[in-house]
């Protein structure tokens, strides 16, 4: 179900009543410097206002004495409009993934959006285990090779069961074969839909560990994990094509905001653009001969360490010691072993250059102070060696939610052809920093795993800001500086960092050949950038337009008349509101495309003075353009078909039926059996279905199998499954809407156990004769050919038996 | 295997035309037949392994228990019953077992020993709670052809085998009005497969090699005598 926010309805109702248009009445200043500065001075009181309003709620949010709102962010927008974000308590205990958010406006009118507000909440007494134990656990499975640099942090929480995690995969080294992740496989059920749990930050960094900043929730009864979180954001990257480029991405920057040092020399540090300490220099001391210390503002230019082989020396440096004040080369990055060196410096000031044009951007578009908001300054990393199996650092950018921070690689091209250069170009930059405006706050980000539609919407959003940054940056020396110009750039990402071939197509995603340019169902368990597609592709129909040629790039079969777009500027705006006022992430995932577009349509139902005039076709062209991508309906039209998987039954140990992790759709099947999947068609009098196997998700971006593409679908729609243990996932495609269709996927388990080729209850005799032993016994034993017995397999099994044959 | 296989359906319809050249008598009078509206189950005489009706059935819902011979001790049971479609097998709610939205077509009677015996915590070794939810070896289905299959289990070999003369676990068959019985009909009832888990599993003496869990830790075949079900 989309959220639903406030409409303009009951907006225009209000103008009826009073017989005036107030708006127009009482124009709010666009951009008044000094009018933002004195309503942000009230944004601690108007934090209050939210604070009692909420409390005021509570019985009629069916909650009681024990729960309580409590204030923990806010931002005032440049209207004069204060949004505050509270967490929900129980107890005085934060509830997992409760918030309210409240608009105050500076009469002290109140609004709140109550959507992700926890209810029915009924705990007594504490937690049978303490923080210390859950602490134990959570760095026992974290199992860091390295010092710890960072004390993991606890806090007691509500947590509710609907958001157990599920079962993670991996790529088996050997055989290159997805296989499943039984350390990070998530098989715990709490007795309750809510628990007492504790919430374990953990964060290691260091060269034996990478970086990893892992949240644990463990079972405040069972010390079970429930679900693990990882904040840090990658931008990761499928392998280029072959090309050429220049290293040096900004050319000469004529004036580059830098710091004079006591001693005499110059840093990277601009004091000019952030008003708070970055969070994560508090890990470095400071440094008297130059007088850098940890806790004055501004944004900051580091390296990472290499020797002269490229290999990671684990070290941090600020590009420092510069006597000239004149920084880089602009040359190709070669010079390993001295990345502060002058030819080192020269990705040090594409990022410092990009980071300044960014943050410029926020700040003269939307009034808006640094990425958060609260002016925390940002520190960038340039020049990453690490090269692990897991994380290919070196052509890869990330952005680390909880210490404010961007990471580039320094690229492996051209040594590897097919790798990146220098991965500081202002629009890798301006995406990660992007992930600082839709992370809600230091510890909660909207989720980035595969399995989240919320992934694909950080990415997308992320790269839609990134071309609104780009444009906004070329636009003409007499622009005004606090509009984005209508200037029609290539709606891509990455193309100077791909030497010559964009990594990502905004206008039509599916060009990377690895994009979905339209929803479906299961589009989820696609890599994060590329389930963007449909979300960058509606938001280059918002802002250009869709053409109603079929074969044009900018033709959508989902919107065959097309639309006319509303420009850069307003859908900006539009999108801009959207992900600061009404799409704020709670950190469970939970938000989906849908969720974006109604989000897109309050805001711009919202649209300030001067733009309030064209709020009602913004808001159709928000429906179009959404609709353009197969996300919701077009303006004025009926209900689209719909193909949905259904789940196929409840209450299973491994919960397959979770409304938006990864494993929804998800079933455990046995192999080698006729199972009658089961899928709906709406809003469509013809509900028949094409059956075929795979589907868009069944190879990653490293065509790496991810599913099984297997068995034989019959004449009856029931799939008689392959004899082959693993994911394997089928599509249903409507009969009466080609264009509409849905992958389903489902865990493969033999069943078999005692090999007399039946599936049948007697086979779990070997499962008990074998459950944990510490060796191999039989092979066969195991459901998913594991080389020991567990309660996984008691779970698999019992699972897939009662889903092949339901119990009526 | 072909051709006997075509020899042999020809020889049926020979019989069929046989019987169907010659005038068929109308069904000689009888007692007119009265509409059933429950089943009857009369137990199996022996000592062995077999299905007896518990106190709790009903006029309509036959419960029956899985008792095995005295002196035994097993670590769990399974069984594939074969019933005329004329009746349905019948689920039992237990809210202590999931899922507890339906049910199971087997209810556990509390003598095996369903849970980990020892729960520990997997990285640290550490003794835990047990969690109330502890996946256990406990299900069932109907499969196609009215085709019952259960099974309940020790997972954890820790736990002692128990005695099987005592009722080890529940199944129930429920009459079914739609099927249009009359009073006396025989419902059939088969089993098709059966085995138990045997007390001695083996002990681990060694390597892979020489475990006697490789010759004895198996599931061992077993005839369950079943009694006559009738409508009445
Ligand atoms: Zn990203």
């Known amino acids: ?808 | 295997m072909r051709m006997l296989s075509y020899l042999f359906s020809t020889l049926v319809l020979a019989v069929a035309l046989a019987c169907g050249g010659g005038s068929n008598p109308a069904p000689t009078a009888t007692a007119p037949s009265t509409p059933a509206s429950g089943l009857t189950y009369t137990d199996p005489t022996g000592t062995g392994w077999r299905l007896v009706k518990d106190a709790s059935s009903t006029p309509t819902r036959v419960v029956l228990n899985l008792v095995g011979p005295a002196g035994l001790k097993t670590r769990g049971a399974g069984f594939n019953l074969k019933a005329d479609a004329t009746v349905r097998f019948g689920t039992f709610m237990d809210p202590s077992v999931p899922p507890i939205s339906t049910g199971w077509p087997i209810k556990d009677t509390g003598v095996f020993e369903l849970r980990n015996t020892d729960p520990r915590d997997p990285f640290t070794g550490d003794p835990v709670p047990l969690d109330p939810q502890d996946p256990i070896l406990l299900s069932g289905a109907v499969k196609k052809g009215n085709l019952l299959t259960v099974g309940i289990f020790q997972k954890d070999r820790r736990a002692t085998a128990k005695d099987s003369a005592q009722p080890l676990c529940q199944i129930a068959i429920e009459f079914d009005a739609s099927a249009k019985l009359n009073a006396k009909d025989t419902i059939a009832l088969s089993i098709v497969k059966a085995k138990y888990v045997p007390e001695d599993l083996g002990a681990f003496n060694g390597g892979v090699t020489t475990w006697e869990m490789l010759a004895k830790g198996h599931p061992v075949d077993m005839t369950i005598a079943v009694g006559s079900l009738h409508a009445n």
Not at chain 1, 105 to 114: I, Y
Not at chain 1, 335 to 342: A, I, P
Not at chain 1, 413 to 439: I, R, W, Y
């Open chain 1, 1 to 808: 179900m989309p959220r639903q926010f406030p409409h303009l309805m009951s907006a225009l109702g209000l103008c009826l009543t009073l017989g005036a248009a107030p708006l127009a009445a009482t124009p709010a200043p666009r951009f008044d410097k000094a009018v933002l500065v004195q309503q942000q001075r009230q944004e601690a009181a108007r934090m209050g206002q939210a604070q009692i309003h909420l409390q005021a709620l509570r019985t009629q949010l069916g909650l009681g004495d024990k729960e309580a709102f409590v204030p923990r962010n806010a931002f005032t927008n440049p209207e004069g409009m204060t949004v505050v974000r509270l967490e929900q308590t129980f107890e005085g205990h934060r509830v997992w993934g409760g918030q309210a958010v409240a608009h105050v406006d500076g009469q002290g009118g109140v609004q709140a959006l109550t959507q992700s507000v926890r209810t029915g909440i009924a705990l007594s007494g504490a937690p049978l285990i303490t923080a210390d134990f859950a602490k134990a656990i959570a760095v026992a499975h974290l199992a860091p090779k390295g010092v710890m640099k960072v004390a993991p942090v606890v806090e007691q929480v509500v947590f509710p069961a609907e958001f157990v995690g599920g079962l993670a995969t991996q790529v088996d080294p050997v055989t290159g074969r997805r296989v499943l992740d039984r350390r990070n496989s998530i098989l715990a059920r709490p007795n309750a839909p809510y628990v007492w749990a504790y919430e374990v930050r953990t964060r290691v960094d260091n060269a034996q560990d990478g970086t990893k900043a892992l949240t644990y929730l463990i079972d405040g009864n069972t010390g079970k994990i429930l679900r693990i979180n990882d904040l840090i954001q990658h931008l990761d990257v499928p392998a280029p094509a072959q090309g050429s480029g220049k290293g040096f991405y900004q050319g000469s920057v004529a004036t580059l905001n830098t710091s004079l040092m006591l001693d005499g020399t110059y840093t990277l540090w601009d004091q000019t653009r952030g008003t708070q300490p970055n969070p994560y220099l508090a890990y470095f001391s400071a440094d008297a001969p130059t007088g850098w210390n940890p806790a004055l503002p501004g944004n900051q230019v580091w390296y990472k360490g290499s020797d002269t082989s490229g290999a990671s020396t684990g070290m941090e440096y600020l590009f420092q010691g510069n006597t000239t004040n004149v920084w880089g080369d602009g040359l190709p990055f070669t010079q390993w072993g001295d990345s502060g060196g002058t030819n080192g410096q020269s990705a040090g000031v594409d990022a410092a250059s990009a980071i300044s044009t960014t943050w410029d951007f926020y700040g003269s578009v939307f009034g808006r102070n640094g990425l958060d908001g609260q002016g925390t300054s940002v520190v960038a990393m340039v020049l990453d060696p690490t090269m692990q199996p897991w994380f290919n650092g070196l052509d890869n950018a990330h952005w680390d939610v909880q210490n404010h921070t961007a990471t580039f690689g320094a690229g492996s091209f051209p040594g590897n052809p097919k790798g990146f250069q220098s991965m500081a170009d202002l629009d890798v930059v301006a995406h990660e920093l992007a992930h600082g405006l839709t992370s809600p706050n230091p510890y909660q980000a909207l989720v980035a795993q595969p399995g989240y539609e919320e992934g694909g919407i950080a990415e997308a959003l992320s790269d839609f800001f990134s071309q609104m940054v780009k444009t906004w940056a070329l636009r003409d020396a007499t622009a005004p500086t606090d509009q984005i110009p209508a200037t029609t750039l290539p709606w891509e990402i990455g193309r100077n960092v791909g030497h010559g071939t964009p990594i990502r197509y905004l206008n039509k995603p599916s060009q990377d050949g690895w994009s979905y340019d339209a929803w479906f169902q299961g589009i989820r368990r696609l890599d994060p950038h590329h389930s963007s597609g449909p979300i960058n592709r509606a938001l280059y129909f918002l802002s250009q337009g869709a053409s109603s040629t079929p074969g044009t790039v900018n033709y959508s079969a989902c919107l065959p008349q097309g639309m006319k777009g509303v420009g850069n500027d307003i859908a900006a705006r539009i999108v801009y509101k959207a992900v600061t006022e009404y799409f704020i992430g709670d950190g469970t995932g939970a938000w989906t495309f849908e969720d974006l577009r109604a989000a897109c349509i309050a805001a711009a139902e919202h649209l300030p003075y001067p733009y309030e005039l064209g709020r009602v076709f913004d808001a159709d062209a928000v429906r179009n353009a959404f609709a353009a991508a197969n996300i919701g309906d077009g303006a004025g039209k009926p209900a689209t078909t719909r193909v949905l998987f259904t789940p196929w039954r409840d209450g299973d140990y491994i919960q397959i039926s979770h409304p938006f992790a990864d494993y929804s759709n998800r079933q455990v099947l046995p192999t080698n059996e006729t199972v009658m999947p089961r899928v709906t068609v709406i809003n469509n009098a013809n509900t028949a279905v094409t059956w075929s196997l795979g589907g868009p998700t069944t190879f990653d971006t490293n065509n790496t199998p991810t599913a099984i593409a297997g068995g034989v679908i019959n004449a009856d729609g029931s799939w008689t499954t392959p004899n082959q243990i693993g994911w394997a996932s089928i599509t249903a495609t409507s009969k009466a809407d080609p264009n509409q269709f849905a992958e389903g996927i489902a865990w493969l388990a033999n069943l078999d156990t005692d090999m007399d080729l039946e599936n049948d209850a007697l086979d779990m005799a070997p499962i008990a004769i074998s459950w944990y032993l510490s060796d191999t016994l039989n092979y066969s034993s195991s459901v998913i050919a594991a080389p020991w017995v567990d309660d996984l397999d008691v779970s698999f099994f019992v699972d897939a038996l009662r889903s092949t044959w339901p119990v009526k």
